[in-house]
C-alpha cells in the first residue's frame, strides 16, 4: 500500500540555522503531498501542498519541491526561529482513494 | 466559522468499558477522518467517510472501534471495550470534497485507558 517515510524523527538546530525534514514516499501514479505541523495541545494544521513532479509548494518561509524521480518531497527553511518547534508530518494523499496517509512525523526543538 | 469540534478533550477510562469520541466537522465539508496519533506510530487512519458514506473502515482497527456518521455534522468514534494500549489521541478532521485533500484537524481527544 502506499506509505510515507520521515528519516529523522527528532531534529535539534539553533535559531537562524538551515532546515531540511527529509520525506520519500511510496505510491503508484501522481499522489498530491503536503506539509502539516502540529504545535502542542493542537491539531496538526496544513502548511502547503503540491500535487505535480517538480512543483514547489511553501508557507511561512518553509518550502518543499515534489520529485517523482526521487520519491521525495524534503521540507526545507532557510533561517529557523524558536517558534519553529513542533512536529512536522509529511502526507499523500492517494488519488483514487481520496483517503490521506501520514509519515510518522519530525519533532524540531529549536534553541534560542 | 467555527472549526471542527471534538468532545471530549480528556478521557480516562477502565479496561473493558466502552468509551464514544465525538466530532463535529467545518460546517459544508463533506469527507471527514478519524485518526489515532500515538508518539510511536504517529498519525494512523481509523476510519474515513465521504458524504456520510463509509470509505474506508480502519483495517486493523475494525474489531473494537467503530465509526460512525449519523448526519453531516456529526460523527462518533465508539472503542468496546477498550484496552491499555488504546491510550493515544484521537484526533478528527474534515475536508471540503474537491479542495484537494487539505484537512482541518479539531484539538483531538486524549484517551487514557487504566
Known amino acids: 500500500g502506499d506509505s510515507v517515510t520521515q528519516t529523522e524523527g527528532q531534529v535539534a538546530l539553533s535559531e537562524e540555522d538551515f532546515l531540511t525534514i527529509h520525506c520519500n514516499y511510496s505510491a503508484s501514479g501522481y499522489p498530491a503531498l503536503f506539509w502539516y505541523v502540529q504545535y502542542p495541545g493542537e491539531g496538526p494544521q496544513f502548511l502547503f501542498r503540491a500535487s505535480r513532479d517538480k512543483e514547489k509548494g511553501s508557507s511561512r518561509g518553509f518550502e518543499a519541491t515534489y520529485n517523482k524521480e526521487t520519491t521525495s518531497f524534503h521540507l526545507q527553511k532557510a533561517s529557523v526561529q524558536e517558534s519553529d518547534s513542533a512536529v512536522y508530518y509529511c502526507a499523500l494523499a492517494d488519488t483514487n482513494a481520496y483517503k490521506v496517509i501520514f509519515g510518522k512525523g519530525t519533532h524540531l526543538h529549536v534553541l534560542p | 466559522d467555527a472549526g471542527v469540534t471534538q468532545t471530549p478533550r480528556h478521557e480516562v477510562a477502565e479496561k473493558g468499558q466502552t468509551i464514544i469520541l465525538k466530532c463535529e466537522p467545518v460546517?459544508?465539508?463533506?469527507?471527514l477522518f478519524w485518526y489515532r496519533q500515538t508518539k510511536i506510530q504517529g498519525l494512523e487512519l481509523l476510519s474515513y467517510?465521504?458524504?456520510?458514506?463509509?470509505?474506508?473502515d480502519g483495517g486493523a482497527f475494525k474489531d473494537r472501534f467503530k465509526a460512525e456518521m449519523l448526519n453531516s455534522s456529526f460523527s462518533t468514534l465508539k472503542i468496546q471495550p477498550t484496552e491499555p494500549k488504546d491510550s493515544a489521541v484521537y484526533l478528527c478532521a474534515s475536508s471540503l470534497e474537491g479542495s484537494g485533500n487539505t484537512l482541518y484537524f479539531g484539538e483531538g481527544s486524549r484517551l487514557i485507558v487504566v
Open positions: 467517510f465521504r458524504s456520510k458514506s463509509l470509505m474506508e
Open positions: 460546517s459544508g465539508h463533506n469527507d
